[in-house]
Every structure is written in structure tokens, then in C-alpha cells.
């Protein structure tokens, strides 16, 4: 446990989550995959592998994060050039996209972090859509207009709710 630790330490853990976190998904890991360790390698090894692993999963989720933030808020920042009521203005503003994003169904929200976010193609994002939400779409066309919709309809959302023109 100390070594896979160290070891995360040492490739600079993660902002978000405490290296001890890192260290327990681990080594649950660990346990799941011992039937497919073949002892070509040490056992030390694998479980490093494992960690690191986990640890680039954890930094991912959060650049992840980070970028959908950014991009549906980016522009409600403040820019110094603000006085108090426009401050409370953008607070209520980058609150409503917030929500309305929350407010999506999951394949609305993975198709467009997928796209905006990540900046995947449409070609690389079809299989892993069908993967994860079924083969309801199934061309680079079909997929193209979830994503229109999904955008369309967070845009909407935020209408209704008075928080954008």
C-alpha cells in the first residue's frame, strides 16, 4: 500500500482526489484482476500498473469536468469590468446553465461533453455511444442529430427558464 502511495505521489496525484482515495480503488482493482495476472511480471508490478491507471482515470474525469465547465460558463465569468449587478447577473446566469445541463438525460449530456469537450468525431463516438446508451443511432448522421437536439434543447431549457435570450 506505502509503495502504490509513493508511487502516486511521486507522479504528482491528482488535485482533486486525496491519493489515499486513489490507493483504495486501487487496490480493489487489484482484487478484481487477480485471475488475469499470468506472473510474466511481478505482482508489484501489476499493482502499479493498476494505480497509475486509476490515477490518469481520476486526472481524465477531472480535465473532463473542468472543460464542460468551461465551455458552458466560460463566457459568464467576470471580468473586472463588472459592477455589483451584473455580478449577481452572471452568478444567476452561469447558475441556469448549470441546471439545465443537470436537467439533460444522460446520452444529451455525454454527447455533448463528448463533442464539445473532448472534441471527438462523430465516426470515433458512434460505437462508444452504442456501447453505453444502445443501438437506437445508428449512423454518424443519427448521432449528428442527437447532438443538435441535445444542444438545442439545453439552449431551450435555459430560455424557458429566463436565464439566456
Same mark, same amino acid.
Given at each position: 500500500?506505502?509503495?502504490?502511495?509513493?508511487? +502516486?505521489?511521486?507522479?504528482?496525484?491528482?488535485?482533486?482526489?486525496?491519493?489515499e482515495? *486513489?490507493v &483504495?480503488?486501487?487496490?480493489?482493482?487489484?482484487?478484481?484482476?487477480?485471475e488475469? =495476472?499470468?506472473?510474466?511480471?511481478?505482482?508489484?508490478? =501489476?499493482?502499479?500498473?493498476i #494505480?497509475?491507471?486509476? &490515477?490518469?482515470?481520476?486526472?481524465?474525469?477531472?480535465?473532463?469536468?473542468?472543460r464542460l465547465?468551461?465551455h =458552458?460558463?466560460?463566457? *459568464?465569468? !467576470?471580468?473586472?469590468?463588472?459592477? !455589483?449587478e451584473?455580478?449577481?447577473?452572471? @452568478?444567476? *446566469?452561469?447558475?441556469?446553465?448549470?441546471?439545465?445541463l #443537470?436537467?439533460?438525460? #444522460?446520452?444529451?449530456?455525454?454527447? *455533448?461533453?463528448?463533442?464539445l469537450?473532448?472534441? @471527438?468525431?462523430?465516426?470515433?463516438?458512434? !460505437?462508444?455511444? &452504442? #456501447?453505453?446508451?444502445?443501438?437506437?443511432?445508428?449512423?454518424?448522421?443519427?448521432l449528428?442529430g442527437? =447532438?443538435?437536439? @441535445?444542444r &438545442?434543447?439545453? +439552449?431551450?431549457l435555459?430560455r424557458?427558464?429566463?436565464?439566456?435570450?
Amino acid at each position: 500500500v506505502l509503495t502504490l502511495a509513493r508511487v +502516486l505521489e511521486r507522479r504528482g496525484g491528482t488535485r482533486v482526489e486525496p491519493t489515499e482515495d *486513489l490507493v &483504495q480503488t486501487a487496490i480493489l482493482r487489484l482484487l478484481e484482476g487477480l485471475e488475469r =495476472f499470468e506472473s510474466r511480471s511481478a505482482l508489484r508490478t =501489476f499493482a502499479i500498473g493498476i #494505480a497509475l491507471n486509476v &490515477q490518469r482515470e481520476a486526472i481524465t474525469r477531472e480535465q473532463r469536468r473542468r472543460r464542460l465547465q468551461e465551455h =458552458f460558463v466560460s463566457d *459568464l465569468e !467576470p471580468t473586472g469590468e463588472h459592477g !455589483p449587478e451584473d455580478l449577481v447577473a452572471l @452568478a444567476e *446566469l452561469r447558475r441556469g446553465a448549470l441546471e439545465a445541463l #443537470a436537467r439533460l438525460d #444522460a446520452a444529451e449530456r455525454w454527447i *455533448l461533453e463528448a463533442r464539445l469537450v473532448e472534441g @471527438a468525431r462523430y465516426g470515433e463516438l458512434l !460505437p462508444r455511444y &452504442q #456501447a453505453k446508451f444502445g443501438h437506437h443511432i445508428a449512423t454518424e448522421v443519427g448521432l449528428r442529430g442527437a =447532438f443538435f437536439n @441535445a444542444r &438545442q434543447r439545453l +439552449l431551450e431549457l435555459m430560455r424557458r427558464d429566463g436565464r439566456r435570450a
